[in-house]
């Protein structure tokens, strides 16, 4: 049987996670400053991260897996693509 998707985000909790990923983004490129860590790492931590909270979400929500990897991993490719092609030395 197949489980329920995550429901998805109203307009206003869109509005509000832009303004986290704005604020992670900040917290993650300020903290990495401070210390020397390798970007290597920083994208490790923030995997670490990203997995737990989705497990997390699969198990409070019933979710299936494979869906939320999916929609995990077309975002991730978005905001990389993205990165990728600004240009150097803007802000995100």
Do not use: N
Request: proline share 8%; glycine share 6%.
């Amino acid at each position: 049987m197949r489980k329920p998707s995550a429901p998805p985000p109203r307009p206003t909790e869109i509005r509000s996670a832009a303004g986290l990923t704005e604020a992670l983004s900040r917290l993650v490129h300020e903290y990495a400053a401070a210390r020397p860590l390798a970007p290597v790492a920083v994208v490790g931590s923030l995997s670490w991260v990203l997995g737990q909270e989705i497990g997390a979400l699969v198990r409070d929500t019933d979710a299936d897996i494979e869906q939320v990897f999916h929609l995990v991993v077309r975002s991730l490719r978005r905001a990389a693509l993205g990165e990728v092609c600004r240009r150097s030395g803007t802000v995100h």
